[in-house]
């Protein structure tokens, strides 16, 4: 219990981070792997929500799913070392996107969203634009909707242009 209230009165130093945001909830956990490492950390949770500010792009339930395997990530992953650090949180990615049940948001986006890639010439089954993009908060999911009502040649580029930066 006492972790938690250390973790609380971290994350609030933060004016734009809530103990229960998507960015909260994904520092939180690694924080939690950062002092099981064994580093002392003042400030972890703020600090990382402050400097991952594309975490506030995910969806509650996505961080949610991805914490458990980030509170498991090597201690090599910790320390610095760049290629596991990719490897285990993109595995912890992969993870939580596969076992992440679609949210009602999601699927309506989906259906117009998979139909608009389809009218283009792509393939673009249902389940894996929900599986895709149900990690993904409802402004990204807006600004990925309006890709789809722009022109086919427009449509790729837009979508990537949605990620840029995160």
């Known amino acids: 219990m006492a972790l938690g209230v250390v973790l609380a009165v971290f994350a609030c130093d933060d004016p734009d981070a809530t103990l229960d945001s998507s960015s909260a909830i994904w520092c939180d956990a690694l924080c939690s792997r950062v002092r099981s490492c064994g ?4 400030g972890c949770s703020s600090d990382c929500v402050r400097e991952r500010t594309a975490l506030a792009k995910l969806t509650r339930a996505g961080a949610e799913a991805m ?7 090597s201690c090599g992953a910790i ?3 760049e290629g596991r650090w990719e490897e285990e949180t993109n595995a912890c990615w992969d993870q939580a996107q596969e076992n992440l049940a679609p949210s009602e948001s999601v699927r309506a986006f989906c259906a117009p969203y998979a139909a608009a890639w389809f009218s283009c010439g792509y393939v673009f089954p249902l389940d894996e634009c929900e599986s895709i993009y149900g990690m993904w908060s409802d402004s990204v999911l807006e600004q990925l909707s309006a890709c789809a ?12 242009a949605v990620f840029t930066g995160l």
């Open 39 to 42: 580093y002392i950390v003042p």
């Open 67 to 73: 914490a458990p395997c980030l509170e498991r990530l």
């Open 79 to 81: 320390r610095g070392d």
């Open 149 to 160: 009502a722009g022109r086919c040649s427009e449509l790729e580029t837009c979508a990537e």
